[in-house]
T-cell receptor, first 116, second 109 residues
């Protein structure tokens, strides 16, 4: 059973470009969470999704950021018109349906976004 | 919302010593408290967790204690080894997890 997969592992964008980060949860997991981690800081919750539904996006900036988790395929975190302050490591995590919000989460390897 | 404070931010110990990291939380509805270890450039990995109906849990050299009344929980690592060196994060969650800022543990050989 493969773990949580994220790609790309490293992404370089120029200011104003779009960044697309992908996350494939563990097999059988239907809950996906996205986090942002700045250097020497903790993980900041961004958004919680289930298949075809955004459950909680309270941690996601209102502008330029969006997330989806379609019926088929990976979850996508999309950042439009990137700025230097978006440079960070973005982690996704998944959990099984039975675990729900209070269950164990399994993290992916992260995508390190660098905005030039 | 939930607020999690974690101390210390840096902890330096000699190999074989014990290490203790403490966290406090604010939301009394939080009922799940995981601890993660993150090595440089790697993903956070769950090392131990505790639920609110338990006061203490132990797994070999690692233990976690929870005081619900005082809203604090601690990670204890005994007989530390150089490979324990990493950043450790606590988290508290009732619905959405809130993470502490992390403790950089350095174990000197």
């Amino acid at each position: 059973n493969a773990g949580v997969m994220q790609n790309p592992r490293h992404l370089v964008r120029r200011r104003g470009q779009e960044a697309r980060l992908r996350c494939s949860p563990m097999k059988g997991h239907s809950h996906v969470y996205w986090y942002r981690q700045l250097p020497e800081e903790g993980l900041k919750f961004m958004v919680y999704l289930q298949k075809e539904n955004i459950i909680d996006e309270s941690g996601m900036p209102k502008e330029r950021f969006s997330a989806e988790f379609p019926k088929e395929g990976p979850s996508i975190l999309r950042i439009q018109q990137v700025v230097r302050g978006d440079s960070a490591a973005y982690f996704c995590a998944s959990s099984p349906p039975a675990g729900g919000p209070s269950g164990e989460q399994f993290f992916g390897p992260g995508t390190r976004l660098t905005v030039l | 919302g939930e607020n999690v404070e974690q101390h210390p931010s840096t902890l330096s110990v000699q190999e074989g010593d014990s290490a203790v990291i403490k966290c406090t939380y604010s939301d009394s509805a939080s009922n799940y408290f995981p601890w993660y270890k993150q090595e440089l450039g790697k993903r956070p990995q769950l090392i131990i967790d505790i639920r609110s109906n338990v006061g203490e849990k132990k797994d070999q050299r690692i233990a976690v204690t929870l005081n619900k009344t005082a809203k604090h929980f601690s990670l204890h690592i005994t007989e530390t080894q150089p490979e324990d060196s990493a950043v450790y994060f606590c988290a508290a969650r009732s619905y959405i997890p809130t993470f502490g800022r992390g403790t950089s543990l350095i174990v000197h050989p």
